[in-house]
């Protein structure tokens, strides 16, 4: 029996349809799925350029294999409007939704990166009546003390992520450390879910420093934390930002005085490659030997020229296959969907996908996730073949329900 599958802290046709990608006014995609009983119209918002492109790219992937076999298994047609691209900012994101639900028609929105983006555009859902799947924002608030009823996250909360991160660190690399957040909302809150959880487990934060978002030069922040003299220090960047600092790091020899942790998604092992060499993070990995996730890492390599998935990748696969299923137990027409009925039906719904089970709590609609802990290694051969990037070996396995706060421990307030 292989390990059990994990997530962390892309949309197009399916059935052989295409991305329908779009960098302003959306773009009529192709529908994914067959002639089913029901259909639901689903717009999708990723970030296509700005520093998280790599991520609206991935979660573009995952969408698609997530249409392919919804086309194949279910009996539920996707009209699929396109990808818009938010470019990272939450005007063009809030003006990106309004775009889907105003002039579309879309019954359901997914995606959003940053934060501050999907803060936006969460409120809008509210407001419009439209359920929205965040799949590549994790501030806790989003499903905390800012949670709403037409908002749902896959991808796993700040605190979710970082908690597992946070209890094995402090038991296996030190107790004194440092944290290097992006200075945005994502930043500020992973870091605070990684302070809250490693002071619990008897750690002392001893520097933080706030690089801005889409800093291209970390000497002035990391000199600070080489100052500390601390026993690891905490990064909390994605996309170029953790690139950038992870190779600026490894130059300044900071990995040689105290551990590092960081994103250690895919796209930061292909940007910084032999730099990342020893860091350690939390989340998805592409490695873990399950049959389900061995299915979707083929799937996604036969579709993206043998590129493997990374964690947006498998939220978006998972909000695309939850909205399928929520159009199918509804029975709903595309363009006209019952919002209220949608809702009700995703709250609880649970799905099989490549990280174990994921269920979407009804206390705060949060899905539940295993979060594992590695080691970025050498390159190595597996199943999945031979990359030119480092990998991860994994340490440690947080299961999924253990790694949430408890729903009367909630800051979510839903009304009944």
Partial sequence: MGLAGCTSEQAGGGGGGGTGQSNGSSSNGTDGGGSGSASLKVGFLYPLSGPYSSLGEYQVGGTEVALEQIGSEMDVTIENVGVLDTKLDPTKGLQ???????????????????????????????????????????????????????????????????????????????????????????????????????????????????????????????????????????????????????????????????????????????????????????GYYFEQDTDVNREFVNRYMEKNGGAVPDTWSTTAYLATRLAAKAASETGTSAGSADSAALVSALEGMSVQGPTGEVRLRECDHQATANICVSETVESKEGWWGEKSFPTREILTVSKAGENLRPCEESACSLPE
């Fill in 96 to 282: 990106r939704a309004r775009e889907l639900t105003d002039q579309e028609n879309v019954d359901v929105l997914v995606g959003t990166n940053s934060s501050a983006v999907a803060a936006a555009v969460s409120e809008h859902a509210q407001q419009s009546g439209t359920p929205l799947i965040i799949t590549g924002a994790a501030a806790e608030p989003l499903t905390g003390e800012n949670c709403n009823r037409h908002t749902f996250r896959t991808i796993g909360s700040t605190y979710q992520n970082t908690r597992a991160l946070a209890e094995w660190s402090m038991q296996n690399l030190g107790k004194s450390f440092a944290t290097m957040g992006a200075d945005y909302s994502w930043g500020r809150a992973s870091v605070g879910g990684f302070v809250e959880v490693a002071k619990q487990n008897g750690g002392e934060v001893v520097q933080q420093v706030w690089p801005k978002l889409g800093a291209t030069d970390y000497s002035t922040e990391i000199q600070k934390v080489a100052s500390s003299d601390a026993d690891l220090v905490c990064v909390r960047a994605a996309g170029s930002d953790a690139v950038n600092a992870t190779k600026q790091m490894e130059n300044f020899g900071l990995m040689d005085q105290m551990d590092v942790l960081i994103l250690n998604s895919v796209d930061v092992m292909k940007g910084a490659g032999q730099a990342a060499v020893g860091t350690y993070g939390a």
